[in-house]
């Protein structure tokens, strides 16, 4: 899945990391949303159906989540 950042709207990120799937302590998923809430729910799905986790899986993994606002430098630039 691709995730594009939008201009002039407010965005979050979730970062996950998924080191208890994959065994690598560097990898994680990132998702993006409108609000945090949708940041998260983004990324339970990027785990659902890039991992199939399940329900308990899903849980644990968004304990350690961080769900952030992004800087106002990682936004488009008008040309």
């Known amino acids: 899945m691709v995730q ?3 201009h002039n709207e407010a965005q979050y990120i979730c970062i996950i990391p998924v080191e ?3 065994a690598n302590q560097d990898e994680e998923i990132i998702s993006f ?8 729910k983004q990324g339970e799905e ?5 991992y199939g986790c399940n329900q308990s899986q899903l849980l644990e993994l ?8 992004i800087a106002q430098w990682c936004a488009p630039q008008e040309r």
């Open 4 to 6: 594009q950042i939008r």
């Open 46 to 50: 990027l785990l659902a159906s890039t």
């Open 33 to 40: 949303g409108v609000s945090a809430d949708e940041a998260k």
């Open 62 to 69: 968004m304990q350690q989540a961080r769900i952030e606002p």
């Open 20 to 22: 208890r799937i994959t």
